[in-house]
């Protein structure tokens, strides 16, 4: 039986290979724009990254550190005390600047809270009686005062409405918060920082 051994050859003409290119470079096109979307989106909608100016959070934040926060929890209105939240203090009384604000969430909505002989105190709602906010976050020996301009508005006591949060910096002494500035309505609450970023020897959670 003969055997033949001649081969068939493939010839691909300029335009097929025209084509080819050009049908790669739309794919590699259309994966980096997908990218850059999902990267917006996410910037937009899930996290974004925050710097923290000033020594209002010593000693869990200093001035340089950039955190990251997170803005899912600002779609449902899901908090809890202990947050570190980034706060909008445009147009309230006693704050005149354009960044935001960085703090922790101390008081909850439907709560009392007093403040008295340098502590915070809670009185949840519903409850009968108030008890001593543990707060390990803080320094050794700092303590907790409304200074005269609060007192006049009454801010060492306050019943906060369903959608109301008191919030303090981590050092109390320098912070301008809701003892100044009275109590953040859910609106105002930007993120939840979550992320030490850097300085990368303090990289972690929060």
């Known amino acids: 039986m003969k055997r033949n051994d001649k081969s068939e050859s493939i010839e691909v003409r300029p335009e097929d290979r025209k084509t080819e290119i050009i049908s790669a470079s739309l794919d590699w096109f259309i994966a980096i724009a997908i990218g850059i979307l999902a990267g917006v989106m996410l910037v937009i909608f899930v996290v974004q990254k925050d710097n923290v100016y000033g020594d209002s959070m010593v000693p869990t934040l200093k001035s340089g550190y950039v955190v990251m926060t997170e803005k899912i929890s600002t779609y449902i209105d899901s908090y809890h005390r202990g947050d570190i939240v980034i706060l909008n203090g445009s147009g309230m009384d ?107 020897n303090s990289f972690g959670s929060i």
Do not use: W
């Not at 006693?94 to 009185?123: Q, S």
């Not at 907790?144 to 109390?172: A, H, I, P, Q």
């Open 94 to 200: 006693g704050y005149n600047h354009e960044e935001y604000l960085i703090k922790r969430i101390v008081g909850l909505p439907g709560e009392t809270l007093r403040i008295a002989d340098g502590r915070v105190y809670i009185r949840e709602a519903g409850a009968a009686d108030f008890y001593v906010l543990d707060e390990p976050y803080l320094e050794q020996g700092v303590e907790t005062y409304v200074m005269s301009y609060g007192l006049d508005k009454g801010y060492d006591e306050v019943t906060l409405g369903d959608n109301e949060y008191f919030c303090m910096g981590d050092n109390r002494p320098v912070s301008n918060d809701s003892r100044n500035l009275g109590p953040f309505t859910a609106d105002r609450i930007k993120g939840i920082a979550f992320l030490v970023i850097y300085p990368f």
